[in-house]
């Protein structure tokens, strides 16, 4: 008998770090991408410009992209870049934009093929974690393009407020 408590008390113990490393995350639903997405384009709409968004998972998926009549169509992969960018470095993409110019160490992102390095794409937060990312192009430029990602952050109070 004291074997067997012996065994099965080292079995639980042995199961319990296991258990112990897994953690809950929160994952982006498609209603919230399109929540997202639909809030950047009434926003920049409402201004007279015409964008296209992407929405990102964590995994870097694409879960959502709206297109505006007559944006052009470099504009579809640049919304996605944009927001696999601020996806990957977790950091609004105007602000790396502005370090890269003044920064020789940074300079070298603007090399790599996937970032794009233009305002417009967001990281998306909850409860401090990563958990997607927002970017928009067509916009008329970088400043516009992430004015209208901060209005979709807006529509979603489920995210941590985005630092202007």
Known sequence: MKTLLLGSTLLCLLASPAHAQLRKVDDLSLAA???LADAAMAACQAQGRHIVVTVLDRGGNVVAVQRADGVGPHNTEASRRKAYTAL?????????AVAARGNPDMANLTTLPELLLLGGGLPLRARGEVVGAIGVAGGGGALQDRACAHAALAAMPELDSPTL
């Open 88 to 96: 990957s470095t977790k950091n609004d993409t105007q602000a790396l």
């Open 33 to 35: 991408a399109n929540k």
